[in-house]
T-cell receptor
Framework: DQQVKQNSPSLSVQEGRISILNCDYTNSMFDYFLWYKKYPAEGPTFLISISSIKDKNEDGRFTVFLNKSAKHLSLHIVPSQPGDSAVYFCAASAWRSQGNLIFGKGTKLSVKP | EAQVTQNPRYLITVTGKKLTVTCSQN?????MSWYRQDPGLGLRQIYYSMNVEVTDKGDVPEGYKVSRKEKRNFPLILESPSPNQTSLYFC????????????????FGPGTRLTVT
């Protein structure tokens, strides 16, 4: 059973507009959530994270929102740039899981000039 | 430069021929992990290690072995590879999560693309 779900395999956005990537989870024990970005032929790289005690975390153009009651988080990229085109993975972890991450299937973002 | 290295980057082999994919990190991280990425399935954990001589199974450990004899190295061993192990493999490392380490950020290697015919 998939514990972390990214239901949109792909997303296309115009440069300068907002990109919103969504992620849902089922395990209420998750207490830390992360977004990773992956370019072709490279390993995933950490982008931004949020603890379950917060509902928002911002880092430059990237903001992650967490809605615990809905078990939903989203990544907002504003403004989107062509260099943001990549696959974005949502990941979650529970303290008791010793830091093991459960990943979603990923969403491929294409930002068109 | 802080990094996780994997070798080889690409490997084509035949069914049943034992192989090892090496992973090394230079960040003195306690935690290391192996993942495989398959189309439509995302990243799935194979094995992980909390420290030297401490390893445990992830979600898809069947057909794989690991060892952690040194802190910096975490090789992935396929004793008898099969075609269903054709995949893209990633090694990752991080410091141990805890009150002093609020981030679960893992550093990933560049990946090893394995094809088993």
């Amino acid at each position: 059973d998939q514990q972390v779900k990214q239901n949109s395999p792909s997303l296309s956005v115009q440069e300068g507009r907002i990109s919103i990537l969504n992620c849902d989870y089922t395990n209420s024990m998750f207490d830390y959530f992360l977004w990773y970005k992956k370019y072709p032929a490279e390993g995933p790289t950490f982008l931004i994270s949020i603890s379950s005690i917060k509902d928002k975390n911002e880092d430059g153009r990237f903001t992650v929102f967490l809605n615990k009651s809905a078990k939903h988080l989203s990544l907002h990229i504003v403004p989107s740039q062509p260099g943001d085109s990549a696959v974005y993975f949502c990941a979650a972890s529970a303290w008791r899981s010793q830091g093991n991450l459960i990943f979603g299937k990923g969403t491929k973002l294409s930002v068109k000039p | 430069e802080a990094q996780v290295t994997q070798n080889p980057r690409y490997l084509i082999t035949v069914t049943g021929k034992k192989l090892t994919v090496t992973c090394s990190q230079n960040m003195n991280h306690e935690y290391m992990s192996w993942y495989r990425q398959d189309p439509g399935l995302g990243l799935r954990q194979i094995y992980y290690s909390m420290n030297v001589e401490v390893t445990d199974k992830g979600d898809v450990p069947e057909g794989y072995k690991v060892s952690r004899k040194e802190k910096r190295n975490f090789p992935l061993i396929l004793e008898s590879p099969s075609p269903n192990q054709t995949s893209l493999y990633f090694c990752a490392s991080s410091s141990i999560p805890g009150p002093r380490f609020p981030s679960y950020e893992q550093y990933f290697g560049p990946g090893t693309r394995l094809t088993v015919t």
